[in-house]
């Protein structure tokens, strides 16, 4: 009998050609015939473009073309020039006018990367400067300088939920507390930067290997844009070095294939680190929360309003506006709510997925506050938390009612292992103080959305499933190959994966949101049902069966018959492949086709985290240690426990960044941080030596499977906060906690701008 597939910590696939550098990246990517590309970009935040002088490019040996955006808007064979997921108001270039430093202006095409290199800092952009804005408030007051025409406001999402009478709650309170948090913008620093490589072949189909975490968008906005059926658009995905949400949507492969379309040559496109961070970062956001609460500490009602810079583009936006209105309320028990959340458009770089898209901001918020509430009753943080959270059979904000919640086994797990109700070891001096901090949270998960899988089962008894998930180093691949033989029952050695080919693979909705496993679980389940019926129709056509089969270790038998191994089934046939598909479609989705008026079902389920830290503080410098960090997260089921707790432990290490370092500076319009030297992350020594974390599994053999990779980073950040605020008594509401912004607040006063 073999050991259960799932559960087991089998290794990566590609292990090896990771660790000596043999595996194949989009960064790799070569084809005949390729012609290489350099950008030249704004140096303006708001400009209208009144010339390109590419003359001194185009006298540079190997250049063949200096591309504009107003060469692709005049070209008839681009008669859709305009793209976006969400909303389609960005160029491929900019055309008329630039809109935020760094926005790509021409693309120069040569031969060499050395010679459109060279060619690049020769073009002459003649630009009219205009009056700008950076901040997401100013830009909606009237008279803001507008960024695009069609949405004179600058509006780019505006949300609005509420349930219960939350005036007349406010107006009974015992304690109304209200608060502003602030969390700057961030890039998500994938090691390999964006790349694309796009070709066209004398039928007018186009074929581009990307970068991307989400092939099926780029293939529909880029047939879309050149108005082609789907089917003569290809995309390959190959594995990505790193993507955490900043490859997801469309990015730089609409002006590659404009590109090669313009010049009649295959053309490859590849960002350097300054030009990576003028893509696209996470939102900024500005959060105003005001709370309601009784003398015993229960939450009654809550006021909420959100705010957060899209940047130039709506890359997510106006969607992500209503994805953080969901969230925004927390996995907490509230009878009155109301939120509203907007989205703004500015001259500054686009901003669109980062791990833990949207919750990140908002968990900072209401987990700080959360803190400040016990602290002004006296209460202790981790009771006040168990009060009040969601449990099964309760309403959430939406209306809807909450089933398979774990948020108290969640934040008891955490407050366990960090030993919550013992106090801190002493500080090794006078000048330092420690504490301890937690935090829980919820994240919905895209919803609707769609996976495909397709299964080939080989007269060898070999099985390769087909998949359009992205390989991004989150073990997508090793994951679905355990799935597969999970379903199909067969060893694990026997199941190979294809990954992301539109032209080969089906369809899947994106790698993001933490949907990946959960889909794939889904869809290979069904696979596996529709395989099972294809065999036993075999069966009892070739072996004359008649009563019910039974499927195991790669066999299919009877009570009375067999087992008869696949392959030699297959072989009876004279069958080469069987191949079946298996869909999943998730339902509901319907509470949020209102921007208006959000209420019901929002997510097909709930994904959930906690994180409990000890930090110590530095009183001299205001420099914060994290000394001890446990994470948690509801896994239901388990496929891969190792891989688990990589998912669990990498989001607490970008959560550290972005609690204490992360923040893309903006001064006068311009990012005065793009770059490794500037920007920081954190390194190998600011992992604390005590990081741990778990994930929390159900009874149930047929527990519903959910999604890890982004549920310790939106806890991490608040958890700090916390502990330090413990550890100081002094509440830090703007993130990055850096030592500055702390001794600042310690020593009682406001922060320097920009700290």
């Known amino acids: 009998m073999r050991r259960p597939v799932l559960g087991a910590d089998q290794p990566m696939p590609d292990a090896v050609d990771r660790v000596v550098g043999t595996i194949r990246f989009a960064v790799d990517h070569a084809v005949p015939g390729m012609l290489h590309g350099r950008l030249v970009s704004s140096q303006s935040p708001h400009a209208r473009i009144v010339s390109v ?97 069609q949405w004179p406001d600058n509006a780019c999402g505006d949300w609005r939920l509420q349930r219960g009478d939350v005036d007349a709650v406010f107006r009974q309170a015992e304690h109304v507390v209200e608060h502003v948090y602030h969390s700057p913008a961030a890039s998500q620093v994938p090691l390999e930067p964006f790349v694309a490589v796009a070709e066209w072949d004398d039928a007018g189909s186009l074929e581009v290997w990307s970068s991307t975490q989400w092939p099926s968008a780029v293939q529909r906005v880029l047939a879309h844009m050149f108005d082609r059926p789907l089917d003569q658009v290809r995309v390959h995905a190959p594995p990505l070095g790193g993507g955490y949400g900043a490859k997801g949507q469309v990015k730089i492969e609409p002006m590659v294939a404009c590109a090669a379309l313009l010049v009649g040559q295959p053309v490859r496109l590849e960002l350097d680190r300054v030009e990576v961070f003028h893509v696209v970062c996470k939102h900024e956001a500005t959060m105003r929360l005001r709370t309601a609460v009784d003398g ?154 769609r996976t495909e899988c397709r299964v080939e089962l080989h007269a060898d008894g070999s099985v390769v499933v087909f998949t359009s998930s992205v390989e991004m180093g989150q073990g997508a691949f090793a994951t679905i190959a355990q799935l597969a033989a999970h379903h199909l029952d067969v060893d694990l050695s026997r199941v190979s994966v294809v990954g992301p080919d539109t032209a080969r693979t089906p369809f899947d909705t994106m790698t993001a949101g933490s949907r990946t496993t959960f889909s794939n679980d889904h869809a290979l389940h069904e696979a596996a049902a529709h395989l099972r019926e294809h065999l036993d129709g075999l069966a009892r056509e070739l072996l004359g069966w008649s009563g019910p089969t039974q499927h195991g270790d790669g066999c299919v038998s009877t009570s009375d018959e067999g087992p008869v191994p696949y392959e030699l089934l297959l072989a009876k046939a004279g069958v080469d492949v069987v191949d079946v598909t298996g869909v999943f479609q998730s339902v509901g989705g319907e509470g949020m086709k209102d921007p208006s008026d959000v209420h019901g079902h929002t997510s097909v389920h709930w994904h959930q985290g906690a994180v409990a830290v000890e930090v110590e503080v530095d009183l001299e410098t205001g420099k914060v240690e994290v000394l001890r960090c446990h994470g948690a997260s509801w896994a239901g089921r388990v496929v891969n426990p190792a891989r688990v707790r990589q998912q669990n432990d990498g989001c607490m ?10 923040d893309l500076q903006v001064v006068d319009g311009q990012v005065v941080n793009p770059n490794m030297s500037d920007y920081m992350i954190p390194s190998v020594l600011d992992v604390p030596q005590a990081l741990t974390s778990r994930a929390l599994v159900s009874d149930d053999p047929a527990a519903e499977l959910h999604g890890v990779g982004e549920m310790t980073i939106p806890a991490t950040a608040p958890a700090i906060a916390n502990a330090v605020f413990r550890a100081t008594a002094v509440r830090v509401r703007d993130l990055p906690l850096t030592a500055e912004r702390v001794l600042s607040a310690v020593r009682g006063r406001e922060p320097q701008e920009g700290a």
């Not at 005049?74 to 997921?85: A, E, I, M, T």
């Not at 270039?93 to 926005?103: C, I, M, Q, S, W």
């Not at 290490?653 to 204490?660: D, E, K, N």
């Open 53 to 149: 002088d590419a003359t001194e490019a185009l006298a540079v040996p190997g250049v063949r073309a200096v591309v504009t955006g107003a060469d692709i808007a005049r070209d008839p064979r681009v008669p859709h020039p305009l793209f976006g997921v969400s909303r389609p108001d960005q160029p491929p270039l900019a055309t008329d006018k630039v809109r935020y430093v760094g926005e790509p202006v021409a693309l120069v095409v040569a031969e060499t990367e050395r010679a459109a290199r060279a060619a690049a800092v020769l073009v002459d952009v003649e630009y009219e400067d205009l009056p700008y804005v950076t901040d997401p408030a100013e830009a909606l007051r009237p008279g803001a300088p507008v960024l695009h025409d």
């Open 296 to 449: 015993e500490g229960r939450l009654l009602a809550r006021d909420i309003d959100l705010l957060y810079n899209a940047g130039a583009y709506g890359i997510t936006d106006p969607g992500a506006a209503g994805n953080a209105l969901v969230r925004a309320n927390g996995p907490y028990r509230v009878p009155a709510v109301r939120i509203r959340s907007r989205a703004a458009y500015t001259s500054t770089v686009p901003s669109g997925s980062y791990r833990g898209a949207m919750t990140n901001q908002v968990s900072f918020a209401y987990e700080s506050q959360l803190d400040e509430i016990a602290a002004l009753l006296g209460k202790d943080p981790y009771e006040l938390r168990r009060l009040n959270l969601l449990v099964d059979g309760d309403t959430y904000a939406t209306g809807e009612t909450m089933h398979d919640v774990h948020f108290i086994e969640l934040v008891d797990e955490v407050a366990s292992v960090i030993d919550w109700h013992a106090p801190p070891e002493p500080p090794p001096s006078a000048t330092t103080v420690r504490g301890k901090g937690l935090a829980v949270i919820l994240k919905s998960t895209p919803t609707p959305s």
């Open 653 to 662: 290490i970008m959560g550290i960044g972005t609690a204490l370092y992360e």
